[in-house]
């Protein structure tokens, strides 16, 4: 039997899903076993593509649906989750 799991995430990095935050994404996401899909406002990528993601353009406050599908579904969506809860890594401080 396939697992199938979904989740909406929200994105918190004033910057959005540009480039460097796509790439960090993508680098997650090619080494999970499970399929990824990102929805967001009505389009819908493989979310191991780096040129897919870039598509999305989402902004901060988006909401991402991210949808797993296939083995470790529930560890994938908690990587993905942690990630963009964490702002990808680019809310600290610079100096």
């Known amino acids: 039997m396939i697992q199938r799991q979904e989740r909406t995430v929200t994105v918190v990095n004033p910057l959005g899903l540009h480039a460097r935050a796509a790439a960090q994404l993508?680098?997650?996401?090619?080494r999970l076993d499970c399929d990824v899909t990102l929805e967001c406002d009505g389009q819908e990528v493989n979310g191991k593509s780096i040129m897919g993601v870039l598509t999305l353009a989402a902004a901060q406050g988006a909401l991402v649906k991210v949808t797993c599908e296939g083995e470790g579904v529930k560890d994938a969506l908690d990587r993905i989750a942690a990630l963009f809860e964490a702002g990808f890594y680019e809310l600290g401080g610079k100096t």
């Not at 993508?26 to 090619?30: F, N």
Request: hydrophobic content about 60%.
């Open 26 to 30: 993508v680098k997650v996401t090619a």
